[in-house]
């Protein structure tokens, strides 16, 4: 089933991408300099990693846990 019909795989696919973005702006921040177009979205999930970095853990481990016990 793809990930857009499934809430579930939904929200893991969204929390990888917030998650990669961000890693990838800290180790590369010129890959994600342009704010607008195609690379405009991977900056704003990498701007929403940076700011609500203790949400975005805490919604990581309950992904981690929901995928191993259900």
Known sequence: MS????FH???TVVLLVI????YVKIQFPAILEQRTGFR???WK???IG??????????CI???VSIIFF
Do not use: D, I
Not at 19 to 22: G, I, S
């Open 62 to 64: 309950a992904m981690g």
């Open 40 to 42: 405009g979205f991977f």
């Open 45 to 47: 999930a990498a701007r």
């Open 19 to 22: 998650c990669t973005c961000t």
């Open 3 to 6: 990930a857009l019909f499934n």
């Open 9 to 11: 795989s939904f929200l």
């Open 50 to 59: 940076e700011r609500l970095s203790p949400w975005v853990s805490m919604g």
